[in-house]
């Protein structure tokens, strides 16, 4: 029987020399048997211990049967516990084990402890662990060139944290896309232009680089893979992304988005669900103005420097009301207004698609295709707490577009707005 975990064996004698244990535990494999070609006995006499690490393969061994003083169980759930021996005096240190295999090797030492039948017990020969059952798992690799980079042998399963940068890729490694422990994955400075939907495979990931590549855009069924749920930081700044899908606000997660040096023309238009995000940065694209949901988000800092931001004008509106209102726009307004549900089941998938890009006016009710459309100032300063200047001349004001429902509507925010305005 085997068991893999971190172990330090601790010799009760040190305290008397004035000496401690490191408190610290080694992987390894521990085995619970006999040592090759030794003849079955009727008890568990010739049973033994025996821990292997990296230092050494070969392992150290310690009889069990009536040699074990007490067993340390209180943290067995945690995947921890300690094996007192008498001969040697030692502890024999269990942690980072699964639970419940820990739970039966215990059950099979306990067992030979007090001498029952070799033959009703799990034993495994004793003979030198293998590299990889005691070198510590690899959670980390880096590569910044392309001569490094593997092209015959596969990345270690266990990595949390890749990094392949100036590697010259043209695509994204279908290899990488099994690594299902993958935290951190780094793909800067390459020549991906686009992205497979199955990076949304990546259950675990938290941060995606892509900053320098070649994309011109970012797939919406990224935006409802399990990404919703785990996406904390992407980056996709110097690129030539022109838009982002209507989807993309269903990375609710994210905190840290870089959108810096791409061709965007609009951001997001409910940019506002992005409710945990604290950092954008978009410097440096083709924004004329910001999108109504902007004034939801609640950041910490916020760059929008070098954007070819319109000189918004309240009394030019883009008018698009239609009056009488079409049915459509009617029964449109109504389901969001009223919070009745709707789905892909009970309408068809482009009404969906429309009712979630519905504009909100100002006096909060929703409007379809029907409108008033102005842009209005908005100082940076209410939606972040540091604001990179927008411009040369230390401004920190920018154009939102606001939508109005109705005449009625447009009129009273234009007698407020002549009144502040004298």
Known sequence: MRLQCEVEVVSRLLPTCGLRGRGRGTRALLSLGRPPGRARGGGGGGVYLMVCTARDRVGARYKVQENIERFFTRFVEEGKATVRLREPAVDVCLSKANASNLKNFLSAVRLAHQGTDTGAL??????????????????????TSRRDYPLTKNFPYSLEHLQASYCKLARIDMRVLCLKKLRKLDLSHNHIKQLPATIGDLICLQELNLHDNHLESFSGALCNSTLQKSLQFLDLSQNKIKALPIQFCQLREL??????????????????????????????NKLPFLPSDFRKLCLENLDLFGNPFEQPNPLVPNIQLKIPLTLLECAARATINYRIPYGCRLLPSHLCEDLEVAKTCQCGSACLSSFIQITVTMNLHHVAHTVVLVDNMGGTEAPIICYFCSLDCYSQFLDRYLQSNG
């Open 255 to 284: 905190v840290n988005l870089k959108l810096d040096d791409n061709e965007l023309i609009r951001l997001p238009f409910k940019i506002g669900q992005l409710g945990h995000l604290r950092f954008l940065s978009a410097a440096r």
């Open 122 to 143: 799990p034993l495994s020969t004793l003979v030198p662990a293998k590299n990889s059952e005691v070198e510590k798992p690899k959670t980390k690799m880096i590569i």
